[in-house]
């Protein structure tokens, strides 16, 4: 593989994309934590390809919105959610289709707490009326660590509270 005749420099710096992309599963350009990430691998594209594919993985790019995506051909290393963390996911998903109808492609998309309350409620879970605050914190940190959503901690109401939802 041609990166291991480069620089130690950048060697660490594919080290560091790589280890965030098997991580996180994405690479924004949009979030801070993964930008230099994020434009170091549109710039070694070759080397990202070549490396993820000798370990069964496809990597994603799309540049228009700003995201690099991973994805393993052999289902492995997959996630497993709970009930209600697939129903929070799914609504998330819900939401964000809605409002990405309404908005420009350059335009974050926001969702309030609210909203999300809203949602399930029309779900009509027989077995929860109503969203777990454990489940929604648990989902929550499951969803920022794979960069689905970032929340805004711009407001202080609890319901109200506002989720920035990724880019995608």
Do not use: W
Not at 89 to 109: A, G
Request: aromatic letters at 10%; hydrophobic letters at 40%.
């Amino acid at each position: 593989m041609d990166i291991f005749l480069e620089s130690v420099t950048q060697k660490e710096k594919f080290r560091s994309a790589a280890n965030k992309l098997l991580n996180q599963c994405f690479l924004l350009k949009k979030l801070e934590s993964t930008r230099t990430d994020y434009v170091f691998a549109v710039q070694h594209r070759a080397y990202f390809a070549q490396y993820f594919e000798l370990l069964g993985y496809e990597l994603q790019f799309n540049e228009q919105q700003g995201v690099i995506g991973l994805s393993n051909n052999f289902g492995t290393g997959r996630l497993g959610l709970k009930k209600g963390e697939t129903i929070l996911l799914l609504i998330f998903r819900l939401l964000y289709i809605e409002k990405r109808k309404e908005l420009s492609q350059n335009s974050e998309t926001v969702v309030l707490m609210e909203e999300v309350h809203e949602k399930y409620s029309i779900l009509k879970v027989k077995s929860r009326p109503s969203i777990d605050k454990t489940i929604l914190r648990d989902s929550i940190r499951i969803f920022r660590r794979y960069n689905l959503l970032q929340p805004l901690n711009s407001m202080k109401k609890e319901r109200a509270k506002p989720l920035l939802l990724a880019r995608r």
